[in-house]
């Protein structure tokens, strides 16, 4: 993603409640024992986040708040804001105040920041491959980490992604163990179409090519093509021809991403960005 690219911010009232729930975990009973027992209260702290190596940022505004909730003196200056790619030694939060606040918030900012910014580079590094084979758009699951899901379907925005559904209630998705507890593809989509507003868009877990005509015939909004082979994906979406929002999902990686997106697909589906992805390594170093 370019920075001129960059996603919103998500509005403050959502992030808040995530970042002090995990300054409370970490403050404990006691608050900072190594800090202040140390650290005179009067004692000033300058210095920055900087990246250890190449990655895109995503989570600033939750490590900057956490600096924040502290102690509101502390000056926060975000460098490098989400979605902007990074290089080894590159500074990405500035911070100058009072050094009991910017060390005892500093382990809870960078779990948030490193965390976050693994997803927003996993995912950079899938639509990169796709980029050249296709017109298909990666999308994350609701694989998220428990009370991180509006972080991390952001993040994946920032890594130039796009989201899926955030929960159970603002779409249909009828998975195989739906179809099989109401009989078929075509008597899920049916209840499912009586069941909810007019507004809500329904997709269908398929497996088979024959599932797929079946919920073809039933008019599904979207059908997720599920671990198919590149050949079958094609002829999927062959028999789609537009009808319907096309997803393939299942064992994406780098390597298998661009065959996938060369089918033809609309949308490209994986869990991994957000439940495997590998931190990337930042530091918070005294200037």
Excluded: Y
């Amino acid at each position: 993603m370019t920075d001129t690219t960059l996603p919103p911010a998500l509005p403050r009232l959502m992030v808040e409640p995530i970042v002090r729930a995990a300054l409370l975990e970490d403050l404990g009973r006691a608050g900072d024992l190594t800090t202040d027992s140390i650290v005179p209260a009067e004692a000033r702290f300058s210095g920055a986040i900087v990246s250890r190596q190449a990655g895109t940022v995503a989570g600033t505004d939750a490590a900057a708040l956490a600096f924040a909730l502290l102690d509101s003196t502390v000056r926060v200056s975000v460098l490098r804001p989400d979605g902007s790619r990074v290089a080894p030694g590159e500074a990405v939060i500035a911070l100058d105040g009072p050094a009991r606040a910017i060390l005892s918030a500093e382990r809870v900012a960078l779990n948030l920041l490193c965390r976050l910014s693994g997803v927003a580079t996993a995912t950079a590094s899938l639509v990169e491959a796709a980029r050249p084979h296709g017109k298909a758009r990666i999308v994350c699951t609701r694989k998220t980490t428990p009370g991180l899901r509006s972080l991390e379907k952001h993040a994946v925005r920032a890594g130039g992604g796009a989201n899926h559904r955030f929960g159970l209630d603002d779409a249909v998705l009828i998975k195989d163990n739906h179809v099989a507890v109401a009989g078929g593809v075509a008597p899920a989509v049916r209840r499912a179409r009586a069941g909810v507003g007019h507004l809500v868009k329904i997709e269908v877990e398929v497996d088979t090519l024959a599932q797929l005509d079946e919920a073809l015939s039933v008019g599904a909004d979207a059908v997720l093509l599920d671990n198919m082979s590149p050949d079958t994906l094609r002829a999927a979406v062959a028999m789609i021809d537009g009808r319907a929002v096309s997803e393939a999902s299942g064992r994406i990686s780098r390597e298998t991403v661009g065959a996938v997106a060369a089918t033809g697909v609309d949308l490209i589906s994986t869990g991994w960005i957000t439940h495997s992805a590998p931190i990337v390594d930042l530091g918070l170093d005294v200037a």
